[in-house]
């Protein structure tokens, strides 16, 4: 069977509200597939209708070939959950919690390998509300563990957390792909869907805009170059004609086509303005994607 999650024409109202329209997707087994988005675009609400969690309105969710509503045990004991900001027992170690959630399934996974396959031997015996941020999202990964799931979903497992954090749980997110498992991730980072997904849709008030690899996205909607300087006239380098991304403090970013155009703004900064202190280039990255396809951030709001 090639694909593990299938999701056709989903729909999800709340009252007036269309939070998921009309929505489809298929993920292959031992795929990475990131649902990117900012807040309110429907990640939860599809995530766990895939769940068995909440009822669609319309449209459906196969699991391993098979139709689930959250009814069928089989499928249950198949699939692992991380919720959105999860919170577990203060007072239990990262040991004891892993087993009370254990108890839930009847497939079990031994408790020590979870522990040593997210580097938590160090914290096996710690209480939960000792924990930094970054750890307790790792046992949040753990306890998606308990019950050997081929299936797992992990909605916004690195909101919050530092940089470095974020990586230690990026570090157990890839773990679990090495052991073939099929992962269904939400977020909305531009970077953690660049750096873990094989696939990502791009989602925007409940309807996907975008699917493909993050190379694939950038080259088909990505076109262009931003260039940040920092330390220079910005009301007079905003004046040109440019696309301007953004202003802030002594800092104006550019968006130009072509890398030709480059030059063209150096030339400007330097004869025209009173030159700039440093400047930085990039490629387009999925957050132009988002930009280029919604006419709003990734963090919420209009671009300009
Ligand atoms: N139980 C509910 N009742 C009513 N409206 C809801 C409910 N759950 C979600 N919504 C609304 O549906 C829309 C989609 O919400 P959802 O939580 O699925 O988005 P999300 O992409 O997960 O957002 P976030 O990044 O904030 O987690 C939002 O407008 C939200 O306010
Ligand atoms: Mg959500």
């Known amino acids: 069977m090639k694909h593990v999650i299938e999701i056709r024409n989903l729909t999800k109202h709340y009252g007036d509200l269309i939070a998921v329209n009309d929505l489809s997707i298929s993920i292959k087994k031992g795929e990475i597939f990131a649902f990117l988005g900012p807040n309110g675009a429907g990640k939860t609400t599809t995530v766990e209708i895939c769940e068995g969690i ?10 391993f070939g098979e139709e689930f509503s959250g009814k069928s045990k089989s499928i249950r004991e198949r699939i692992g959950v991380l919720p959105q900001e999860y919170r577990s027992f203060e007072r239990l ?62 909605d916004e497992p690195t909101t919050g957390l530092d940089p470095r954090a974020r990586r230690g749980v990026w570090k157990a997110i890839q773990k679990l792909k090495e052991e073939g498992k099929t992962i269904f991730l939400t977020t909305h980072y531009m970077e953690e869907a660049e750096h873990l997904a094989d696939r990502v849709a791009i989602i ?33 380098m905003g004046s040109f004609g440019w696309d301007v991304r953004e202003v802030k403090d002594n800092s104006i970013t550019l968006h130009v086509l072509k890398p030709g155009d480059i030059t063209g703004i150096l030339s400007k900064a330097i004869k025209d303005g009173k030159g700039f202190e440093s400047m930085e280039v990039r490629r387009a990255n999925l957050e132009e994607v988002f930009l280029n396809l919604t006419g709003e951030t990734l963090e919420g709001g209009d671009a300009h």
């Open 54 to 63: 909440r009822k669609p309105t319309s449209g459906s969710v196969h699991l």
């Open 204 to 236: 925007h008030n409940g309807r996907i805009v975008a699917e493909g690899s993050t190379h694939e996205l950038i080259s088909r909607h990505g076109d262009g170059y931003t260039v940040k300087l920092h330390g220079c006239d910005t009301g007079k």
């Open 93 to 154: 170690t990262v040991y004891e919690t892993l087993k009370y959630y254990a108890s839930f399934y009847q497939r079990n996974r031994n408790i020590d390998e979870i522990i040593a396959l997210m580097d938590l031997n160090d914290k096996r015996n710690d209480l939960y509300m000792n924990l930094s941020g970054g750890l307790k999202q790792r046992v949040g990964v753990a306890m998606a563990l308990v019950n050997d799931p081929d299936i797992v979903f992990l």
